[in-house]
């Protein structure tokens, strides 16, 4: 189950958001035009992800979830949050369950992500980290929080 990526997981939890949202009838606690309220939630955390990535790309440090980890970055969206990518992901659910009506269903498809993601991916590479950097990555978890 360790082949399963982060933007799979991604990907599966908004199709399957999309797909319940539609297929059951389910009453929707925003509706048009106040649904749109989700759209820029999904672009900034859209935005967010890729950016981060693109931080790791450019110290050229590895971004696979399940591979050693290069390099600890620290700075950037990293300053704020020690998993600005999985945060992305979460702030675009959200705003896509903002964009689907914030039905009970789509939101929680939303709290199984981040149950997942934390439990999951960001445990597994916590204690990668701790691993490779010792102090410096426990100095680093002191100073910024896992989310936000």
């Not at 672009?43 to 450019?58: D, N």
Request: glycine residues 8%; hydrophobic residues 50%.
């Amino acid at each position: 189950m360790q082949k399963l990526l982060p933007p799979f997981l991604y990907l599966i939890t908004l199709i399957s958001m999309a797909l319940l949202c539609w297929s059951l009838d389910v009453n929707h606690l925003i509706v048009y035009p106040y649904n749109l309220v989700g759209l820029p939630f999904v672009l900034a955390g859209l935005l967010l992800a890729a950016g981060a990535k693109k931080t790791f790309v450019h110290v050229g440090t590895n971004v696979m979830t399940f591979s050693e980890p290069g390099k600890l970055v620290t700075h950037g969206a990293f300053k704020f949050s020690r998993n600005p990518m999985y945060l992305g992901f979460a702030v675009s659910l959200l705003g896509a369950a903002l964009l689907f009506g914030a039905g009970i269903v789509s939101l929680v498809c939303w709290l199984g992500f981040i149950a997942i993601t934390d439990r999951w991916y960001i445990r597994f590479e916590e204690r990668a980290m701790r691993e490779k950097f010792g102090s410096e990555y426990a100095q680093y978890c002191c100073q910024v929080r896992r989310w936000i």
